[in-house]
């Protein structure tokens, strides 16, 4: 450690520069010492001492060895840099009252790879490296905290979010509940040969709606709900008397006991079910329904989606999509991610966008050849938020002796027609022409398997910076089979051209995440105050450095977690390195998501851009930690691609 302009004992005592009692009082107005023994702080902060470092004194680099103090920062402002960076370029960290430096490295028992500097007159706690030690051993949450500083503090900001959005809500089961966990009650079963009517009888007294139907062994072979029940009774056939195994749904959908209540909402909004077995090791344990999920909310996703699934015109689906911020609501309520929330969406968007391309399908006066609908970009990826534009092509198969033209006409046909219904429901026409109905983006097989040929073999950063989009791509609608060997050769093809790698990580550092100087974001000034950027200068930073990193490695899925979660399982990256990136991503989504809600709420246009300082001081916080995860993985990237 440099020596300090000036250094003090915390000790008790009415004189004393720093008493024990202050610095305490200090620290547990921070994360995460607001949640650590006081008793353990007190003891800690006997051992401690006070520094005060001047403005651009250094504090200390990798040459001085394994740190001998642990820091937090009470006052002023401490910066970290690379040790040959010049003192202009950017932080790759800055720590400001409450928060710490060094931790990792006394963590890992390891010199700190980067200089602190003092960005302005501070006064640092330290405290010694024995006395650190002690209090990781002592306290879970203090070493859960050194462990994973970036989840912690994104964990501590969705309960913030929480709380704020309903106090009520939070008694409900959280959507990282597992399904073991809740309160389920025992099964309602009945036989094979069991009437319907019996049956229908067992689920009224028992007060549920639904009933297991069980073989001789008691092992599930059907279930049978109040909707079954209801399409028999509109059948005209329907016959009370009838063995259940008539009518009941066959092989039923189940879901683990480690399942989490987020696991099973995604599979009953896939799969437009309401009901799901829960399962452990082969054991019935209960059958969980949307309402037992969410029964505080009033949310009913499988609804939704069944509701958008059979409307019968586009007016229908755009009032029923309206139903989603309350969706929204209630998925932050229950603290989710921002993959969480995400993913949902894009279930939703994916149920509504089907049924437009089925309405504008049945309107066709001519028959259509096989197509498969392309979602390209964030619905790709399923990381679509609420404000969200159209990105889409078309994928065909020539019919055998008709003209390449006349095929690709009556589809562009057809795709005018679908991009416009899907523009009235509220995916706004793509500003770029990223849309089917554009003739460069209605293409044959081979003619899509040669589009990424030449733009993996161009290696042309512009080119890149237009086409990186269909890099991410998902067959949303129509045969859905066709897109796979298109992309199975283009990702081949990519693992394998390092000069193309190079150009798309030249493309992904480009969206610099918006970081300033000192102590402050990098922001775009307006008369009304400063503008950030979440999706351009934050959430894309990780986008892009993602997908490089993932198609180097040839693989295939689109989804920014996802690709995170392989590479690191291939070992490409640390898997410390992915959960704290991922995290960072998953806080600006629900960031973004919240500031949308809001917007909606005041009447005003969706926006990506935030004030940041209209956030509270937490999500400043932890905004600025997302972001210097950001430039961590970009950092990453620039080692692979200099």
């Known amino acids: 450690m440099s020596g300090a302009d000036a250094r003090t004992r915390v000790r008790s005592g009415r004189g004393a520069l720093q008493t024990i009692d202050n610095a305490l009082a200090f620290l547990i107005q921070h994360p995460p010492y607001d949640e650590i023994d006081p008793a353990l702080l007190r003891e800690a902060l006997q051992h401690a001492e006070l520094a005060y470092y001047a403005e651009g004194r250094a504090i200390i680099g990798p040459d001085a060895g394994i740190p001998q103090f642990f820091c937090i920062v009470q006052q002023g402002l401490v910066r970290g840099t690379r040790k040959d960076a010049a003192r202009t370029a950017p932080a790759l960290f800055e720590a400001g009252p409450g928060e710490t430096f060094l931790a990792a490295a006394l963590y890992q028992q390891r010199p700190t790879r980067t200089v602190h500097l003092a960005a302005e007159d501070s ?98 072979a059907g279930i049978f709900t109040l909707r079954d029940l209801r399409a028999l009774i509109a059948s005209d056939t329907h016959d009370l008397d009838a063995p259940i195994q008539t009518a009941m749904t066959v092989n039923p959908r189940s879901a683990r006991a480690s399942d989490t209540v987020f696991d099973a909402a995604a599979a009953m909004l896939e799969h437009r079910i309401g009901h799901l077995l829960v399962t452990d090791e082969d054991q019935l344990l209960g059958v969980v329904s949307q309402r037992d999920l969410f029964a505080q909310q009033h949310v009913d996703m499988v609804s939704l989606a069944r509701t958008l699934s059979g409307c019968d015109s586009v007016a229908a689906i755009a009032e029923v999509r309206q139903q989603t911020q309350g969706v929204i609501n209630a998925m932050l309520a229950h603290g989710a991610s921002g993959r969480q929330l995400t ?63 006349a095929t690709r006409a009556r589809l562009l046909a057809f795709a005018r027609a679908a991009n416009e219904q899907l523009a009235a429901i509220g995916f706004p026409l793509c500003p770029g022409n990223i849309m089917a109905s554009n003739p460069a983006l209605c293409l044959s097989r081979q003619e899509w398997t040669e589009h990424y040929a030449t733009l993996i073999d161009v290696q042309s950063p512009e080119a890149l910076l237009r086409g990186s989009i269909h890099l991410d791509v998902r067959a949303l609608h129509g045969h859905r089979p066709s897109l796979e060997p298109v992309i199975a050769q283009a990702v081949t093809a990519a693992a394998t051209n390092t000069q193309f790698q190079h150009a798309l990580a030249q493309v992904a550092l480009g969206f610099r995440p918006a970081l300033g100087l000192i102590r402050s974001f990098a922001t775009r000034r307006v008369e009304a ?50 959960a704290a990136w991922s995290e960072a991503f998953s806080f600006i989504q629900v960031l973004r998501m919240r500031a949308h809600q809001q917007q909606m709420e005041a009447g005003e246009p969706l926006s990506n851009e935030i004030d940041p300082d209209s956030l509270n001081p937490l999500d400043r916080r932890i905004l600025k930690e997302a972001l210097r995860q950001a430039q961590r993985l970009h950092d990453r990237l620039k080692l692979n691609y200099p």
């Open 529 to 578: 105050g400063r503008r950030l950027d979440l999706k351009k200068n934050g959430l894309q930073s990780f986008v892009g450095a993602t997908r490089t990193l993932a198609l180097a490695q040839g693989l295939r899925m689109a989804n920014t977690d996802d690709r995170l979660e392989a590479l690191a399982e291939a070992d490409t990256i640390n898997a410390r390195d992915a």
């Open 123 to 220: 006064f640092v706690i330290q405290l010694p490296r024995g006395e650190f030690h002690t209090l990781l051993n002592a306290s879970e949450r203090f070493r859960h905290y050194c462990e994973r500083r970036a989840s912690v503090l994104v964990e501590r900001a969705r309960e913030q979010m929480r709380a704020e959005i309903s106090t009520e809500m939070q008694r409900a089961a959280t959507l990282d509940t597992p399904l073991g966990r809740m309160s389920l009650r025992p099964p309602v079963r009945c036989r094979e040969d069991t009437t319907v009517r019996e049956a229908v009888r067992g689920m009224h007294e028992a007060g549920v709606g639904s009933i297991v139907v069980c073989t001789a062994d008691q092992r599930p």
């Open 343 to 405: 993913r949902l969406i894009s279930q939703l968007n994916d149920v509504a966008v089907r049924r437009v391309l089925e309405l504008v399908e049945a309107e066709q006066t001519v028959a259509l050849p096989r197509y498969t609908w392309l979602a390209f970009g964030s619905e790709a990826r399923g990381e679509q938020a609420l404000l969200t534009d159209q990105d889409n092509g078309l994928l065909f198969e020539p019919e055998s002796g008709e003209d390449l033209e």
